[in-house]
């Protein structure tokens, strides 16, 4: 079974606090990505990572930041949280030979 | 971003009763994803399409890719209460060694015992 994990279910923090979340994967993908899911806007992808060390950027990158230092492990990185981050976070992973993307169980982040 | 547009938007039905669902695009994909997510949980891959025509089971479930590549139809037979929750279909175009994806807005079901 493919797995993807996230480090959290539930995150509260305060505004101005770095936050790290951070998803493993145990397929040997190639491709990581982080979204966000907000009610009313669907999914956004906020970067992906198509290899050890290389990123892209999303639709929504502003804010973020994102690490990725060995192939499994995928880190996003809220350099100082907002009360608009508030929100599901979900990572996923897929491989470059299928189109199939799996996805975490998701970290709901609440920022007061 | 861009989301594919998915119908219905939501749907109440009877247990036993079978459901349909489709996702359409202006875009042509490779691969078409069908997920179900439930309340506060990641979505799971239901079922993976790869083919222009291809129809694909997973026990209850039953998709299809269109033929022009820029829709897919899911089929739930016979539901059953734990079939609540969100499907949403996902269009998947390879690109440059790595997969873009789309997501539809999503059908809301809900099943009455």
């Known amino acids: 079974d493919v797995k993807v994990t996230q480090s959290s279910r539930y995150l509260v923090k305060r505004t101005g606090e770095k936050v790290f979340l951070e998803c493993v994967q145990d397929?040997?993908?190639?491709?990581m990505f982080w979204y966000r899911q907000d009610p009313g806007l669907g999914l956004r992808l906020i970067y992906f990572s198509y290899d050890v060390k290389m990123k892209e950027k999303g639709d929504i990158p502003e804010g973020y930041s994102v690490s990725r230092e060995k192939k499994e492990r995928f880190s996003l990185i809220l350099e100082s949280a907002s009360t608009n981050q508030t929100s599901m976070y979900l990572c996923?992973?897929?491989?470059?030979?299928?189109?199939?993307?799996?996805f975490g169980p998701g970290t709901r982040l609440t920022v007061t | 971003g861009q989301q594919l547009n998915q119908s219905p938007q939501s749907m109440f039905i009877q247990e036993g009763e079978d459901v349909s669902m489709n996702c359409t695009s202006s875009?042509?994909?490779?691969?078409w994803l069908w997920y179900k997510q439930d309340p506060g949980e990641g979505p799971v891959l239901l079922i993976a399409l790869y083919k222009a025509g291809e129809l694909t089971s997973n026990g209850r479930l039953t998709a299809q890719f269109g033929i022009t590549r820029k829709d897919s139809f899911l089929n739930i037979s016979a539901s059953i209460p734990s079939d609540v929750g969100i499907y949403f279909c996902?269009?998947?175009?390879?690109?440059?060694?790595?997969?873009?994806?789309?997501f539809g807005t999503g059908t809301r079901l809900k099943v009455l015992a």
């Open positions: 875009s042509i994909f490779n691969t």
């Open positions: 397929m040997d993908h190639e491709n």
């Open positions: 996923a992973s897929s491989s470059v030979t299928l189109g199939e993307q799996y």
């Open positions: 996902a269009g998947a175009a390879s690109t440059s060694g790595t997969y873009k994806y789309i």
